[in-house]
């Protein structure tokens, strides 16, 4: 495959961004929106190829660089065969945006084992085997920009999500963890956190639990994937140089 080029002008010109999960809702906003900066995104998916060369074609519609390519994000070898490619076609990494997650919400006492460990392996493992292997070209560079997509239900816990939520606590500590192992070679490494946000998770939500959750919600609405985007753009920008191990949460204050 020929090597493409990013954008001459924008605050990531020229810079290499992997997106995992990035073919829909949140992934998928991050990763237009770090192409439209000027950075070659490479699209990560699992499920619809479909759905991830939509998103493509839409970046190279307004202008920018995509790839798709795909990896389960869970298996260990598969990660490393993927960095491996993507290596290989641009000679570097300076983004990873570990987004791709899911969820199998279900009573404590009524959860599955194959529940249980499914979310852990997408979001926790997941998280921390794109890491493993991005990490050690961003050593070799002595840079690199890593944001991790936590929620705030790793902060305060949530009925029916005990995978789900200790998932996301765990990327908070894979997070300030990775922060200081990487932070001397000039690697950064933050998390964010969504509120309720406008994606499938939510769409699925009845109206009674929607009111609910915005009542807790002092901005009184949901957020959109474009506000989360929007945070991993900065984090992942030369503006965000001297911020890590941090957790910024767009959550329209949500949690104070």
């Known amino acids: 495959m020929m090597e493409k080029k990013g954008r001459t002008g924008g605050r990531l010109a020229g810079r290499v961004a992997v997106v995992t999960g990035a073919s829909r809702g949140i992934g998928k906003a ?8 000027g950075a070659i995104v490479v699209i990560n998916y699992c499920g619809s190829a ?35 490619e993507v290596l290989r076609q641009y000679g570097r990494i300076d983004i990873l945006v570990n987004n791709a997650g899911i969820t199998k919400d279900d009573l404590l006492m009524k959860m599955t084992e194959e529940e249980f460990d499914r979310v852990i392996a997408v979001n926790l493992k997941g998280t921390f085997n794109m890491i493993h292997f991005t990490s050690r070209q961003m050593l070799k560079q002595r840079s690199g920009r890593i944001v991790n997509l ?9 009925a029916g999500q005990v995978n789900y939520a200790a998932s996301k606590a765990g990327v908070i500590g894979i997070t300030r963890s990775a922060a200081r192992e990487l932070a001397s070679r000039g690697i950064t490494v933050n998390a964010v956190a969504p509120g309720f946000i406008e994606t499938d998770m939510t769409a699925v939500l ?3 639990v929607r009111e609910a959750s915005r009542a807790q919600i002092p901005l009184g609405t949901f957020g959109t994937a474009d506000d ?14 001297y911020i890590t191990g941090q957790v910024l949460q767009v959550d329209g204050g949500m949690v104070m």
């Open 150 to 158: 936590s929620s705030v239900v790793g902060m305060t816990g949530n």
């Open 228 to 241: 989360v985007a929007n945070a991993v753009v900065f984090l992942a920008s030369d503006e965000a140089g």
């Open 206 to 208: 009845s109206e009674k």
């Open 30 to 37: 991050a990763a237009k929106k770090l192409a439209a900066q």
């Open 50 to 84: 479909e759905c991830a060369e939509k998103a493509r074609a839409e970046i190279e519609g307004d202008g920018g660089k995509a790839v798709c390519m795909a990896c389960d994000v869970s298996d260990y070898e598969t990660c490393g065969a993927f960095i491996k």
